[in-house]
């Protein structure tokens, strides 16, 4: 069963399409709590992309708590509760409109990434999370 493939036609790079389908697996049960996801380079060969594709969409999973990774065992599906999975999918889908509005603006990904960068940093020394 192939669980993913690139859409070439997409403005979105395949890290993040791939990021987004297993949030959507993940917040829909597809893969459950505590279960093992495929290694970054099964995963890889499996759905024909590069190892670095499928390892930046692992990290942004991790970083955003629908992964974690555990020594000898592996990247493991975590819990996530029906209420931070809608609140999840919302931010999700303001970043994608933000992401979508910055390139039509002219902007490219790379632009952006660090724009939103920059602000995330700007607003944490603001409010004294640094």
């Not at 999840?88 to 970043?95: A, G, N, Q, R, Y």
């Not at 602000?119 to 409010?127: A, G, S």
Request: with cysteine; net charge negative.
């Amino acid at each position: 069963m192939v669980l993913f493939e690139v859409d070439k036609k997409s403005d979105l790079p395949p890290w993040l399409q791939l990021r987004n389908r297993l949030a959507y697996l993940i917040a829909t049960g597809y893969f459950k709590p505590g279960e093992k996801l495929p290694t970054v380079r099964g995963l890889a060969a499996e759905i024909s992309i590069n190892f670095n594709t499928v390892n930046k969409a692992y990290i942004s999973l991790m970083d955003e708590g629908y992964i974690e990774s555990r020594p000898g065992k592996g990247t493991i599906v975590r819990e996530i509760s029906p209420e931070k999975s809608e609140k999840l999918e919302s931010v999700d889908t303001l970043i994608e409109d933000c992401v979508d509005a910055c390139l039509a603006m002219g902007l490219d990904f790379d632009d952006v990434s660090k724009r939103i960068k920059k602000k995330i940093h700007d607003m944490e020394r603001e409010r004294g999370n640094d």
